[in-house]
């Protein structure tokens, strides 16, 4: 990085720290108790779906499923979802992705068990020792993560043979006719759980809780306010690379204005996290990015969003947080990227947790965005 890029993020870090703290507050009073229900409905759907990076076939077909009669979904050549609504300039793209962190079958080994690779990033030694599910082409499989053999290795390390699986078998043709084949994806067995009023904890809230987002958002839209194009896509292999936003990307070009990945918010906002960096409570709205660790949103765009935002009384955190988001590919292509979503803890782990309120919050700004902006 460049001296003058390092003084540029240096600016524009501080210029959020002071907006972080002016910009949060409760969530507002158009969040119901019928809308959390809803918000929650839809979601608990998603998160039990499953779909590692390069096998979200199955999520896709929930969205498709659930889209309003108006909408004429098109999937693109790599599996990405496209719904488009209106005519016109400027033209809008919102961006959330389907697929969430897991492991692929690499190799079927002599004695049985399974060599894993992972697909996106996260701390794999948090599942080991735990259970598995393998994703055949016939259906899920029950297996387990495999510990590592010794315990003189540091947990927080690779293990030195690799990840594998067992599916309780003992040779490779007794896996095999379990059906499951290299190539299938792995993850671990999850469930949408509430937690009091309006939290909850599951795995995969990232993406799917953007993905909840954009479909309630798109489910609301008045169409007769459209006096623009807007784009929303529900794409694939963010995780493994932003695949599918890079196709995305390179289909449109220089035709959007601006792009809105809706994707997690990694908030610091846990017991034990420093909270001078990424700092957004949970139940305190929706999050702008105005940093993260692969863009930094024009100061002229994040102004104008959060003008908006408090013309209609929406309540919005803004902060600089780790990691990026699928709005990326589109910065070789000159778009303005503003990306939002909501505050998330524990990201990547098997316990992530929200506020559902956040989450209402969010279906808000999406359709406000795309009908005003």
């Known amino acids: 990085m460049s001296m003058n890029a390092k003084r540029h993020v240096r600016l524009s870090l501080a210029w959020l720290t002071l907006l972080i703290f002016w910009a949060g507050g409760r969530v507002s009073a158009q969040v119901t108790p019928d809308r959390v229900e809803r918000v929650a409905e839809v979601l608990e759907e998603l998160i039990e779906t499953y779909g590692v990076s390069g096998d979200e076939e ?18 693109d050549d790599v599996g990405n979802l496209w719904v488009r609504a209106g005519q016109g300039d400027p033209v809008v793209v919102f961006i959330a992705h389907l697929d969430e962190v897991g492991f692929q079958i690499t190799e079927i080994l002599a004695d049985g068990t399974a060599q894993l690779r992972t697909r996106g990033g996260f701390y794999p030694n948090l599942w080991e020792a735990t259970p598995a599910l393998i994703h055949t082409g016939a ?35 007794a896996t095999e006719a379990l059906g499951i084949r290299v190539g299938d994806t792995v993850s671990n067995p999850k469930e949408f759980v509430r937690l009091g009023a309006t939290r ?4 995969s809230f990232d993406d799917r809780a953007g993905s909840t987002a954009q479909l309630l958002a798109v489910q609301a839209l008045d169409l007769d306010a459209l006096d623009h194009e807007v784009i929303f896509i529900w794409s694939v292999q963010e995780e493994a690379g932003l695949v599918g936003a890079g196709v995305a ?9 601006r792009v809105h990945a809706i994707d997690t918010f990694v908030s610091s906002a846990a017991p034990i996290d420093r909270q001078n960096f990424a700092y ?9 990015r105005g940093v993260d660790s692969s863009s930094v949103t024009p100061r002229a765009v994040l102004d104008a969003f959060l003008e908006l935002a408090e013309g209609h009384a929406l309540p919005l955190q803004v902060g600089a947080t780790n990691g990026g988001t699928d709005g990326t ?6 778009v303005p990227h503003m990306p939002f979503g909501w505050p998330l803890r524990y990201s990547h782990s098997p316990v992530e947790l929200i506020d559902l309120e956040d989450v209402v919050v969010l279906v808000d700004l999406i359709k406000l965005v795309a009908e005003e902006w």
Not at 58 to 75: G, Y
Not at 200 to 203: K, L, M
Not at 249 to 257: C, R, V, Y
């Open 58 to 75: 199955r999520v896709r077909d929930v969205v498709v499923r659930q889209l309003p009669e108006w909408a004429e979904p098109e999937i």
């Open 139 to 173: 259906g899920p499989v029950p297996a387990i993560f495999m510990p590592r053999d010794t315990v003189a290795d540091p947990p927080t390390r690779r293990p030195p043979d690799g990840f594998r699986l067992s599916a309780g078998t003992a040779t490779r043709a």
């Open 200 to 203: 909850a904890t599951a795995r």
């Open 249 to 257: 990307a390179d289909a449109l070009g220089f035709t959007p204005a």
């Open 280 to 288: 957004a409570p949970l139940g305190s709205g929706p999050v702008a």
């Open 329 to 334: 590919p589109f910065r070789d292509w000159g």
